[in-house]
């Protein structure tokens, strides 16, 4: 059961330097998202994908782009990195929609740690 | 917009204790409430899921009920365990039309010591 699984689990990058978080899930869902885990801040949403073929902005967008490249893969771009993106990267996927009426359950990857110097 | 808030931690009690840790929202109509556990090194995992009013949600020994006329939902465990040691999330999601992806709160560290 692999579930939602992402690469890299570790990643030091250096300031301009460009990366891609890959995320993959096994479970037929429909939608995807791409979360940053910081102290003190939570779970902020950075992009999701509610089927294929579409994304839509989420609460911290900026400095990241997204491509929802079939229905089991959802990849997160950094174009040119920056110390602010240091974070926990998550990403999740659900088989319903977000804007279902029912009740979502999330799937969560087990993250992948990047510190930019 | 939707919001969540939850009590700031770090949380430490002993083994055994009784826990709560508040969480209260801010929502137009009904929403759908959460409550999320991250185990170290882990993502996320649903612990247990609210969807209306009065529901009493529970799992694993925590419990957690719909208040609408407090817009809360604490989880309490009567007992904890070591095992217990984890971040609990709040999250909601919104009943409203539209895309509302699951907002989250900030999260609670919980320390169980032997």
């Known amino acids: 059961n692999a579930g939602v699984t992402q690469t890299p689990k570790f990643q030091v990058l250096k300031t301009g330097q460009s990366m891609t978080l890959q995320c993959a899930q096994d479970m037929n869902h429909n939608s995807m998202y791409w979360y940053r885990q910081d102290p003190g801040m939570g779970l902020r949403l950075i992009y999701y994908s509610a089927s294929e073929g579409t994304t839509d902005k989420g609460e911290v967008p900026n400095g990241y782009n997204v491509s929802r490249l079939n229905k089991r893969e959802f990849s997160l771009r950094l174009e040119s990195a920056a110390p602010s993106q240091t974070s926990v990267y998550f990403c999740?996927?659900?088989?319903?929609?977000?804007?279902?009426?029912?009740?979502?359950?999330?799937?969560f990857g087990s993250g992948t740690q990047l510190s930019v110097l | 917009g939707n919001s969540v808030t939850q009590m700031e931690g770090p949380v430490t009690l002993s083994e055994e204790a009784f826990l709560t840790i508040n969480c209260t929202y801010t929502?137009?109509?009904?929403?759908?409430l959460f409550w999320y556990v991250q185990y170290p090194g882990e993502g996320l995992q649903l612990l247990l899921k609210a969807t209306k009013a009065d529901d009493k949600g529970s799992n694993k020994g925590f419990e957690a009920t719909y208040r609408k006329e407090t817009t809360s939902f604490h989880l309490e465990k009567g007992s904890v365990q070591v095992s217990d040691s984890a971040v609990y999330f709040c999250a909601l999601k919104g009943s409203m039309s539209g895309n509302t992806p699951l907002v989250f709160g900030k999260g609670t560290r919980l320390s169980v010591i032997a």
């Open positions: 999740a996927s659900s088989d319903r929609g977000p804007s279902s009426a029912i009740q979502e359950k999330l799937f």
């Open positions: 929502a137009t109509g009904y929403p759908s």
